[in-house]
């Protein structure tokens, strides 16, 4: 029987070819140097940072070079998939500002190189599963379960490498006509890879990121559909990315090993193969190592995770890009207010061990992030934050915007702005002191000064506050109480004779604070007065116990 004969049997249904599909799909008509980049996750419900960063990557090279970035949507896996799987991957990659230009989006498909999602294109991976049988480079298999358990209890036997490959590949050699019966009988079967591989011979491969590699030939027979008729990863991914005509493949290294086979497959059909880029594993401290970030040991690996807790999108971003490319965090130090977006990104300046990823670094440069940002911008995300995570918060927010906004702009657009938050869930308790309904007093009056002083410089205060007085003359009035109950009015004057003070202005200010705040810490007292407004300010002050 011919090799005709077989890939008729096998794909009764296929009507194309694939000249076909190479018109359909012809090369873009891009710029010099576009790149073609796509993110391809599997709808499994579990969205994760290594997508994320991947995704961060794809995004700067396609978008840096005048290309396109699209979504490919890998579901031959039915049994992993769950429902909205496909929704949750754009909304988490919208949340943090990635945009496709094509692929599987929202209303349907978008772009010419569809479908986009990879179980609507069995028809294509047919036509091209039986151009490989027409050419006697694929052949079917039909191996149950306990024969290849036996057969890798023999090699094991052996101590020879496992798989499906030289002596071992039972099936490579099965005369077409047996092979027919088989078909014919209703027999199972996965077609597979007919490796003319060598593993004595290298091939010499350049990864964008790291660079010239050499890797044994793959002789491993390996399986391009499975009994259902579903395409490997291998398979599939070879097919889509030459007729979607993407330039470079941005993938996590725990693809590297099987990179020889994907080589081969794409000299088999004939194409070229793309730039194939590694993304080295984000890992995390343990002890004096470091190891992979974990799904089941951290709960950090799921993007949901930050959304849930109130990392800002910005932050991770902002820290990814540390993590991404070397030189990110100069080009920041000498840019602070520039978009990211301004970064020359490079995949030269990737490392490929793997990457530390830690949630103290950032939540550091989230501060410096969110302290960089507008009031309103913050106002808008905490709100939207709140509203899913926070509903009573959520709705003492949006009930006087402006007075939010208001506190939201303490010490916010000069300089040196402060710092104090890091995550949308750090607002409630930052902005507490604001609210009466969520106002708590957290610190006690500091240890060492008599009560009745405490409760004096209080009350004095009081006598004396007029909330139309500018921040000179509010300050004014602190020494002025300070002095007349005998504390020095300056910090420098008490310490040059601490003896002859029960303390200095600085200690009125701090029996002021905690009256106020409740705390130790708090932003500019003058302007919390000022918003807090007579009234509450002068009730705090009164109602606290000393
Ligand atoms: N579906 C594969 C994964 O999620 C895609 C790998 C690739 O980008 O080629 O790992």
Redesign the pocket.
Known sequence: MSFERLAELLFPDVERDAEYYERLYPPRKLPEGAKVT?????PTGFIHLG?LY?ALTDERLAHQSGGVFFLRI?DTDAKREVPNGTELIRSSLRSFGLNFDEGALEGGDRGDYGPYRQRQRAQIYHTFAKKLVLEGKAYPCFCSEEELAEMRAEQEREKVNFGYYGKWAKYRDLPAEEAECRIRAGQPYVLRFRSEGDPSHYLHLTDQIRGKIDMPENDQDFVLLKSDGIPT?HFA?VVD?HLMRVTH????E??LATWPIHVQLFAALGWKCPKYCHTAHLMKAEGSGKRKLSKRKDPELALSFYRENGYPAESVREYLMTLLNSNFEEWRLANPAADIDGFRFALSKMGISGALFDLDKLRDVSKNVVAAMPAQQVYDAVAEWAKEYDRPFYDLLTADPAYALRVLSIGRGGKKPRKDIALWSDVKPYMSLFYDELFTREEPMPQGFDASLVKKALSLFCETYDEHDTQEQWFAKVKAVASALGFAPEVKQYKQSPESYPGHVGDVSMFLRIALTGRSSSPDMYEIMQILGRERTLARLNGCPV
């Open positions: 796509r993110l391809a996750p599997s997508n991947g890998e990863y991914h990315d493949v941005v993938r996590g725990e693809w």
